[in-house]
């Protein structure tokens, strides 16, 4: 069992949605609105304000990124700081907002939405393609994490963090989900499945919130890696560095008490740890 290694201080009140791009790693404290850039390298961290909550950003293929703000999709240009929208989503939902995302080989981009108070089912996952927005078969939960998407785009997992359990849906050939199966279900001392990604063989990494761990699973739904955590809510990993086997942590410190929060003084920061299987590729969002 491996023991994560602190990498830098954020005290992060929501950190999300790590991603590496550019040999950075790039996130999000998505209560505080804020956009993240760490060059190890250079031992630089920058950040942006973002005019909403934000739960992810993606490179676009157009330059920039494309960042999940509360409202919908904007395009988000570092040079300048501008968000420029493009799509809303769940404006009949003003409790909602977006969670976590990733991207597909064909530039689609799959995310989530949730209940910003965390009590309503009205979380949905949506698929981005052709400038469109499109609800997609998933069953309505609280809280949607991930997705995540495998090497060769056939399968899409789908995490239901209050459910504690990993959702796996086969991705048609015209785009849509087939019946969900499931992957892999936890107990109440396992903590909740919270983002979730997956390497180049596969294995789908997830972090526990209230865990103190991340976890890799293989594509049989078997752990084959844990590691531990001197904090408690793990939000999500980004695998990285030269050789894409470098990963990097997210952390929260929402939901902790004084007591907690004197006792974990490093929650909200980001740890890193090595691993064996790489990084598959980033892929940029077609917009």
Request: glycine share 12%; charged share 20%.
């Given at each position: 069992m491996q023991q994560a290694e602190h990498c830098l201080t954020v005290g992060a009140t929501l950190g999300e949605g790590p991603i590496w791009v550019d040999d950075a790693l790039w996130f999000v404290d998505i209560k505080q609105q804020?956009?993240?850039?760490?060059?190890?390298a250079a031992g630089t961290l920058d950040?942006?304000?973002?005019?909403?909550?934000?739960?992810?950003?993606?490179?676009?293929?157009?330059?920039?990124?494309v960042a999940g703000l509360k409202s919908g999709p904007h395009h988000f240009d570092p040079a300048t700081g501008a968000f420029e929208r493009l799509a809303e989503v769940d404006t009949h939902l003003p409790a909602n907002r977006l969670n976590d995302a990733c991207v597909d080989g064909q530039g689609r981009i799959w995310f989530g939405t949730m209940d910003n108070d965390e009590t309503s089912l009205s979380g949905r996952l949506f698929q981005w393609a052709a400038g469109l927005v499109t609800p997609t078969s998933a069953d309505a939960v609280c809280i949607t994490n991930g997705p995540a998407i495998s090497p060769d785009d056939s399968t899409l997992y789908h995490?239901?963090?209050?459910?504690?359990?990993?959702?796996?849906?086969?991705?048609?050939?015209?785009?849509?989900?087939?019946?969900?199966t499931e992957f892999a279900r936890f107990g109440d001392a396992d903590g909740h499945p919270d983002g979730a990604i997956c390497d180049a063989e596969g294995g789908v990494w997830v972090g526990f919130y209230g865990g103190w761990a991340a976890r890799r699973y293989g594509p049989d739904g078997v752990m084959t890696d844990e590691v531990r955590f001197p904090v408690s809510n793990i939000t999500k990993i980004a695998l990285g560095g030269p050789d894409g086997r470098t990963a990097y942590a997210t952390t929260a410190r929402q939901g902790l008490s004084e007591e907690q929060l004197e006792e974990q003084t490093q929650a909200g920061?980001?740890?890193?740890?090595?691993v064996t299987v790489p990084a598959k590729p980033i892929h940029r969002?077609?917009?």
């Amino acid at each position: 069992m491996q023991q994560a290694e602190h990498c830098l201080t954020v005290g992060a009140t929501l950190g999300e949605g790590p991603i590496w791009v550019d040999d950075a790693l790039w996130f999000v404290d998505i209560k505080q609105q804020r956009i993240y850039r760490h060059d190890p390298a250079a031992g630089t961290l920058d950040h942006w304000a973002s005019p909403e909550m934000v739960g992810w950003v993606v490179p676009a293929q157009r330059g920039g990124f494309v960042a999940g703000l509360k409202s919908g999709p904007h395009h988000f240009d570092p040079a300048t700081g501008a968000f420029e929208r493009l799509a809303e989503v769940d404006t009949h939902l003003p409790a909602n907002r977006l969670n976590d995302a990733c991207v597909d080989g064909q530039g689609r981009i799959w995310f989530g939405t949730m209940d910003n108070d965390e009590t309503s089912l009205s979380g949905r996952l949506f698929q981005w393609a052709a400038g469109l927005v499109t609800p997609t078969s998933a069953d309505a939960v609280c809280i949607t994490n991930g997705p995540a998407i495998s090497p060769d785009d056939s399968t899409l997992y789908h995490v239901d963090t209050l459910g504690k359990v990993i959702l796996a849906h086969a991705i048609l050939g015209d785009g849509t989900l087939g019946p969900a199966t499931e992957f892999a279900r936890f107990g109440d001392a396992d903590g909740h499945p919270d983002g979730a990604i997956c390497d180049a063989e596969g294995g789908v990494w997830v972090g526990f919130y209230g865990g103190w761990a991340a976890r890799r699973y293989g594509p049989d739904g078997v752990m084959t890696d844990e590691v531990r955590f001197p904090v408690s809510n793990i939000t999500k990993i980004a695998l990285g560095g030269p050789d894409g086997r470098t990963a990097y942590a997210t952390t929260a410190r929402q939901g902790l008490s004084e007591e907690q929060l004197e006792e974990q003084t490093q929650a909200g920061d980001i740890f890193t740890f090595r691993v064996t299987v790489p990084a598959k590729p980033i892929h940029r969002a077609a917009v």
